[in-house]
């Protein structure tokens, strides 16, 4: 079974599959100076039939190794994944090879940070390594199909480095 060890995630490292959410780099003062907006940090996208919602999912914690075969993407709208907790949690995207997923690659959240995930991006399934794993979610809501799976013949290990 192939291992693969996840990277640290940063936005360089992350751009070809989404935007890196976190309170980091430049900021404008708001609220009589007393909060630091990090203003317009992620490319949200729904499509023409859609429009944004947001929902709070609730996942079972996963421990590495990690082991995974499935992957999917949403071909009509991105999809934006934002901790509820500050533990970090692993991301599993693979590029996209001639309609069906390459060879993934995974990244390790550092506790503060979340992610968007562009339209169309094969991604694994939401990953947190504690509990509690409550995201708030910003993604498509329409009435056309947005969830293509895939599962990988063989299955994948993420390992610690």
């Not at 079972?60 to 990690?66: D, K, Q, V």
């Not at 590029?95 to 060879?103: E, I, N, Q």
């Given at each position: 079974m192939p291992e693969i060890l996840p990277l640290p995630l940063t936005a360089a490292a992350f751009a070809a599959f989404g935007d890196v959410l976190e309170a980091a780099g430049d900021f404008r003062l708001i609220n009589d100076g007393m909060c630091q907006r990090h203003?317009?940090?992620a490319?949200?996208?729904?499509?023409?039939?859609g429009r944004a919602g947001i929902s709070v999912f609730n996942a079972?914690?996963?421990?590495?190794?990690?082991v995974f075969?499935?992957?999917e993407r949403h071909p009509e709208g991105s999809q934006a994944f934002l901790p509820l907790s500050q533990h970090p949690?692993?991301?599993i995207v693979?590029?996209?090879?001639?309609?069906?997923?390459?060879?993934?690659?995974?990244?390790?959240?550092n506790g503060a940070q979340g992610i968007n995930?562009?339209?169309g991006t094969w991604h694994g399934v939401l990953t947190p390594l504690q509990a509690p794993g409550l995201f708030a979610v910003v993604d498509r809501i329409g009435t056309t199909a947005n969830l293509e799976e895939y599962r990988y013949a063989q299955s994948w290990r993420v390992v610690a480095g």
């Open positions: 203003h317009d940090r490319r949200l996208d729904f499509g023409p039939d079972t914690p996963r421990a590495l190794p990690y075969d499935l992957v949690f692993l991301v693979a590029p996209d090879a001639d309609g069906r997923p390459g060879t993934p690659q995974t990244f390790l959240t995930l562009h339209r």
